[in-house]
């Protein structure tokens, strides 16, 4: 057991997998000596080599093409993009090649590309996007934002050991404001799994990542008034546990769905759909949506909390 932040989590189990499996590496800027912008592989180099920690030019779809390429080679390269924007830069790599490999020839590709996301942190708009629907939206990507340090490993065990590229969605607002008990003994997550964060039976809120814990503190002030909300952590959206979703609300009868991400084509509209179609009899409202706003995201601290959920 150890206690650890969401950032240490994630180098625990960036360096746990390059331990136990000698074809994980790691490509990225900056990911070596410096240890990366948000020192997520601090030590790393020091540890397993420059052959394994690889520090690349500033040129995202050469670092995604490097790995798909690796992948088909047999590697497991872990891709660390410094920014999640960046990564627009490698998406035809990503949705294009990665993503259909497998359909077109048959061949696997396990690799994670790293993004972090998300605002809170007063970057701006090239520096805070949350873009897991657009890799959703992609058949052959898994996507998982994990919202807790202890989620941080075990979703990325799952993703390294994972046959399919999976987009591994980090929250910077989260890297060292939350600390928690991190069994080293804890198995990889399952994909496509759902936690009840919280039991209650007044309503459900359905999120993820750093919607997590906004939704968890708003079911403790509620719980003051007398209020009981089920707080459902998706963790993993491609695949995701619809059917956690349904039994809850079923349970409660009422659904919020919340994201960082912005409104319009948020992943949230997917799960508002699903309990449309799947449990409307047991609907006492409508189902609703809390997420950022259709705008991108000021510099300026306060601008930003007007943005954000």
Not at 43 to 68: K, N
Request: charged share 25%.
């Amino acid at each position: 057991m150890a206690v650890l932040t969401y950032i240490d989590a994630i180098r625990a189990a960036l360096a746990e997998e390059m331990r136990r499996d000698e074809s994980v590496i790691l490509v990225g800027e900056d990911i070596g000596a410096y240890g990366g912008a948000f020192k997520a592989t601090k030590g790393l180099l020091e540890e397993f080599g420059a052959e394994r920690v690889i520090d690349a030019p500033i040129a995202e779809s050469a670092i995604v093409g490097v790995c798909i390429g690796a992948a088909i080679r047999g590697l497991r390269p872990v891709a660390e993009m410094q920014f999640a924007d960046f990564v627009t830069c490698g998406f035809s790599q990503l949705v294009v090649n990665a993503a259909t490999f497998h359909y077109r020839s048959g061949q696997s590709v396990p690799m994670v590309v790293r993004l972090p996301a998300g605002g809170g942190v007063a970057a701006g708009p090239f520096h805070s996007r949350c873009p897991e629907a657009w890799f959703a939206h992609a058949p052959g990507l898994k996507v998982v934002v994990p919202a807790t340090p202890r989620d941080a490993r075990a979703l990325m065990l799952a993703a390294i050991r994972d046959p399919d590229p999976v987009i591994y969605v980090e929250q910077k607002f989260l890297y060292r404001r939350l600390k928690e008990d991190v069994p080293a003994d804890d198995p990889p997550a399952e994909l496509g799994r759902a936690l009840v964060r919280r039991e209650g039976k007044d309503a459900t809120v359905v999120t993820y990542g750093a919607g997590v814990h906004m939704a968890l503190e708003a079911a403790e002030a509620l719980a003051a008034r007398g209020r009981s909300i089920e707080v459902v952590d998706l963790r993993s959206l491609v695949p995701y546990d619809g059917e956690t979703v349904l039994a809850s609300v079923r349970k409660t009868s009422r659904v919020l769905v919340l994201h960082e991400a912005h409104r319009t084509c948020g992943f949230g509209a997917e799960v508002a759909a699903l309990v449309a179609d799947e449990a409307f009899a047991h609907l006492d409202a409508p189902v609703r949506r809390l997420a950022a706003l259709d705008a991108p995201t000021p510099a300026e601290a306060t601008l930003e909390d007007f943005v954000r959920p």
